[in-house]
């Protein structure tokens, strides 16, 4: 049975037009059309949670630049293997000569520059959309050096769980952190209605495990919901 919904405030509180915005102390999210990356500033490192399109690498290079310029990144962490989400990895990476960490299902199709799952256009609109769309989400390939799984604790914010958020894609990840009970859901969870929704639609993998994983992670009741899109303040 679907679980009830809470009151949601969207995240109108946030300034849209501004690049990077303070979720809570030390949280940032740094927006580039509609696409949102979260970065955790903590003791000098910064630790990025997806990496958005690479026609947009610069200027999330020159956010971390500025942001703080006694801090380093040291970590990319990706969601899934959509080129919206680890597109600018390579730059990323490269520049800052830090490691990649995702699933392994997600990081086979990262190291060769692909998604890691079929898309299932349902119509003629759908086939139109993608033929449009998908050279904008061409990502290059890029070694993933640390392959993480669900279940594990990672040394970030205090301790930030690995979720199994599979359904959207084969391999994808969310992170929790639950004393702060901030919850980083990459596409496992999507705004429908101005509200929380499950991912769905023709670019979704497996709608069944969508809905499980967004039950599952809706029950840990976290009080900000930061999506691939879309950001929740409960």
């Known amino acids: 049975m679907p679980l009830p919904l809470p009151a949601i405030t969207p995240i109108n509180g946030l300034n849209y037009n501004s690049a990077m915005q303070q979720i809570i ?45 006694q801090a380093a990144l040291s970590l990319i962490l990706i969601t899934h293997a959509d080129g919206d989400h680890y ?3 390579k730059q990323l990476s490269e520049t800052y000569r830090c490691p ?10 990262i190291h060769s520059g692909r998604m890691s799952r079929e898309l299932k256009p349902r119509n003629a609109f ?14 290059a390939a890029v070694p993933v050096e640390q392959i993480i799984e669900p279940g594990q604790l990672l040394p970030v914010l205090g301790g930030l769980q690995v979720l199994d958020s599979a359904g959207h894609t084969p391999g994808h990840l969310s ?24 991912a769905h639609g023709p670019n979704c993998w497996d709608e069944v495990r969508a809905r499980e994983a967004f039950e599952r992670q809706m029950a840990l009741k976290p009080r900000h919901i930061c999506g691939g899109h879309s950001y929740f303040r409960i």
């Open 126 to 139: 759908d086939w139109l959309l993608f033929s449009v769309a998908l050279p904008l989400f061409t990502a």
């Open 100 to 109: 990649i960490a995702a699933s392994a299902p997600e990081a086979a199709a």
């Open 175 to 198: 992170f929790y952190q639950p004393e702060r009970q901030i919850l980083f859901a990459g596409d496992s969870i999507i705004k429908r209605r101005n509200a929380p929704s499950p």
């Open 25 to 69: 102390p030390g949280v940032f999210m740094h927006s580039n059309a509609s696409i949102y990356q979260y970065l955790i500033v903590e003791n000098g490192q910064i630790t990025l949670i997806d990496a958005g399109l690479p026609i947009f690498s610069r200027s999330l290079i020159r956010t971390i630049t500025n942001m703080d310029r």
């Open 87 to 89: 597109g600018s990895a």
